[in-house]
């Protein structure tokens, strides 16, 4: 079953591909990270990692895989980088400190309307969800709108209230996608799967939104149709799993879960070097 309808003319995911050439490394400098989810120390907001060269580059960039660096390996902040240092002249936060404070939380707003936006973007593909389209659309417009205008603007921006507005509109979507895949009722209240075995199970239809699935076994399960939005899929196997017709999957949860040479994923999504 075909759920995903692509505009072959433009790639409306096309601006969320992270660009790390054109940002100055802003992920490893504005974030909190810690040692325990994969990062090379614990460090607070605004530090860099000691792994930041002066030219913004990773001097561990090569040998994060074999380093088993997982959370440098799995971020991605939906194109959030490029764009926050398009706003900045190139005098950037190492050497403008009175400013560096700012750009480090431009960024992560920008990140968390990037990530919206990005849900929103996938609605337009989603054809049981037509009738949300022409809403949508508008939602899309404003926060282009806002991303292009100032820092002063986007820092001002009341996201908790985009999100009430947003989120029925994103549960709807998932509705009209369960009602289109399956008539059974496939809410799961439960939340917590950390290490269940869910091998060669067909989970078309079902809801995993918010779910932990770390080291969840996802192993050949045929998945179309099912929601993840906001679900932990680190280290979740998914060899071998068809994810194709899955909602609203992100590059940060493919990146972080097991997949292998014939872990199927929607096309919009990036298949990550690592899987064999
Ligand atoms: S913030 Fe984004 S674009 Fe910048 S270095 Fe990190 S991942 Fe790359
Ligand atoms: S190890 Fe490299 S990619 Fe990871 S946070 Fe440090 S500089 Fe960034």
Known sequence: MQLHQYDSSSDIFNEFRINCEKCRGLCCVALYFSKFDGFPSDKVSGTPCHNLDSDFCCSIHSELYSKQMKGCLAYDCFGAG??????????????????????????????????????????????????????????????????????????NFDIEELRTKVNPLLKEAGELVKREVCHTNREIKKKDFIGHNFKKSKLDGYNFSSALLIAANLESCSLTGSNFIGADLRDTNIKNADLRESIFLTQGQINAAKGNKNTRIPKHLIRPLSWM
């Open 82 to 155: 490029q764009i926050v240092a398009s706003l900045y002249e190139p005098g950037d936060w190492r050497s403008n400190s009175q400013i560096a404070q700012e750009i480090f939380e431009v960024f992560i707003k920008v990140f968390h309307l990037q990530q919206i936006l990005w849900y929103l973007s996938e609605i337009l593909t989603l054809m049981p969800a037509k009738t949300l389209w022409k809403k949508t659309s508008i939602y899309i417009d404003e926060l282009h709108i806002l991303i292009q205008s100032s820092p002063k603007d986007i820092l």
